[in-house]
């Protein structure tokens, strides 16, 4: 009876924090943003995905601290940010939401790990479990479905196939129970099951280091592309080029592999999503250290990575993005004849944007070329990281992740880290005038006009250190006077109260 009540007390403190947090805030400081909201209590609390309806409405899956452990924490958020419903399901020990869907019979399903040993009636056959949770559209607990061995099991990414039953993704270390085999330490885990969540078949991929699948993607001829890492160097995994690589396993539709890659340099060399080109090559972005091997350059740390790979395995192309900082990709969604890539950067600039704080949601949006169109940073003073991102049906951006800031557009912070959830209108760019840089490339003179009141320019070079050169004023506009400074690329920043812009400039 004790035990219950402390539950008790435990949620409905918990719950009194998250209501705090997750008021809706219209934002002044940033007019790129529609709205934007906290998630979470006084712990450790991340957004990990979002889907979008037909009505524009968002669903948000998050993984919250309630006292010691984590529990899973959905939300169904209207087009205008207000809450229509949160559902919080967890047992006695942590819980985590990875994926979600909305699927053919018109259900919620979330996909993700328990740790408990009940959790909505259900255990673990061991340690660390994949856990499959069935909802209604208004929150409601349909059924429950654990999947693993004694050992321990990681979710990565869930899609449904035409017939009505499911391809789950995860990684596995186990070899009894539900996992048949295992080729080392941890392997890449596909599973079929049914509407009823009962097993179809499954198969294990790796070698006998660790492989930690990221996604899986069903081709029009029902086989299966799954991307990995591997970190695997033996036998037929000799061709590893570093540290990690990134692996692509094509199997059939029902598991049998087909055929299997390494792409990397070598140092470490890191998957992060898939999607299918309209050509039917596979675009895989990852997250690279090297500048060898299948690599192209490395802009410093650690880079965003675009390849094009084959439905045979080879590699038509490879493009790294980001600058001198650490830039990573979380996810991709085409849009259009391009792709919006979204993650993290801690880069102080890139070629167009400058970031807030010690790291930034970054977005940028690329033409079918792979060419950058446009890029944008979001975020504050503290550690922002980007996770995940859905397009809405206006073409606006919902995005989210985690955030330890307490200033600027965020507001503020009631725990260590905060889901932290925004709204992106998708035409931004119309309402701003862009001040005019010119001659660029330039000899030395650089006059910079259709400045707005309130603009702070500052001048760094590529490495983010600051320029001394002379800026006069001369009316609204600027006279910059690079004839003193090397040769090279700089970075001009235009900094006004709600936003930044940035320029590039080039001195001959």
């Known amino acids: 009876m004790l035990s219950n009540i402390i539950e008790i007390v435990r949620r409905i403190i918990f719950i009194s924090f998250l209501f705090f947090l997750t008021i809706p805030v219209v934002m002044g400081q940033d007019t790129r943003i529609i709205w934007q909201k906290s998630i979470g209590g006084i712990g450790y609390d991340r957004i990990n995905d979002i889907i979008t309806d037909d009505a524009g409405d968002a669903y948000v899956l998050s993984t919250v601290q309630v006292t010691n452990n984590h529990e899973i924490q959905v939300s169904k958020i209207s087009e205008d940010g207000d809450f229509l419903w949160t559902k919080t399901i967890g047992g006695e020990r942590d819980d985590r939401g990875h994926k979600l869907l909305l699927d053919a019979y018109g259900d919620l399903l979330i996909l993700g790990e328990t740790n408990s040993q009940n959790i909505e009636g259900k255990s673990t056959h061991g340690y660390i479990d994949i856990l499959l949770i069935r909802l209604t559209l208004s929150g409601g607990v349909k059924d429950v479905h654990v999947y693993g061995g004694s050992k321990f099991e990681e979710s990565a990414s869930i899609l449904q196939k035409p017939d009505g039953n499911y391809i789950l993704t995860g990684t596995t270390m186990s070899t009894d129970f539900d996992v048949s085999s295992n080729n080392g330490q941890m392997d890449a885990w596909l599973l079929e099951i049914d509407s009823k969540g009962k097993i179809v078949w499954e198969q294990t991929y790796g070698g006998v280091d660790d492989e930690w699948a990221v996604n899986t993607k069903l081709l029009d001829d029902g086989s299966l592309i799954t991307v990995s890492s591997t970190s695997t160097y033996q036998n037929d995994y000799s061709d590893n080029h570093g540290d990690a690589d990134v692996v692509v396993y094509h199997t059939s539709g029902s598991g049998d ?44 740390g650690q880079d965003a990575l675009l390849m094009e790979i084959d439905q045979n395995g080879d590699l038509i192309s490879a493009q790294t993005y980001g600058s001198f900082g650490n830039d990573r990709i979380a996810a991709i969604e085409p849009k259009g004849n391009g792709y919006v ?110 400045l707005e009141e309130g603009a702070v320019l500052t001048l760094t070079n590529m490495q983010g250190a600051p320029i001394n050169s002379t800026i006069t ?36």
């Open 341 to 450: 890539i979204f993650g993290s950067s801690n880069s102080a600039s890139l070629n167009a944007a400058v970031g807030n704080g010690s790291q930034d949601f970054w977005m940028y949006e690329i033409d079918n070329n792979k060419e950058v169109i446009h890029q944008y940073l979001f975020g504050a003073s503290g550690f922002d990281e980007g996770v995940t991102f859905s397009l809405t049906k206006d073409g606006s951006v919902i995005m989210g992740g985690e955030s330890n800031s307490n200033d600027g557009v965020i507001g503020s912070n009631m725990g260590k880290n905060d889901g932290w959830l925004l709204k992106v209108s998708s035409n931004f760019d119309e309402n701003m005038t862009e001040a005019s840089v010119h001659p660029n490339p330039s000899k030395g003179i650089v006059y910079i006009n259709e």
């Open 257 to 300: 592999l087909l055929w299997k890659n390494l792409y990397g340099g070598f140092m470490s060399d890191y998957p992060a999503d898939l999607e299918i080109l309209p050509n039917g090559h596979f675009l895989v972005g990852a997250n690279t250290y090297s500048n060898d091997g299948d690599i192209p350059s490395n802009n410093g």
């Open 473 to 508: 004023p001369y009316g609204t506009s600027r006279i910059l006077d690079l004839s003193m400074e090397p040769a090279g690329v700089y970075i001009l920043q235009v900094a006004y109260p709600d936003r930044k812009e940035v320029h590039r400039i080039v001195r001959n």
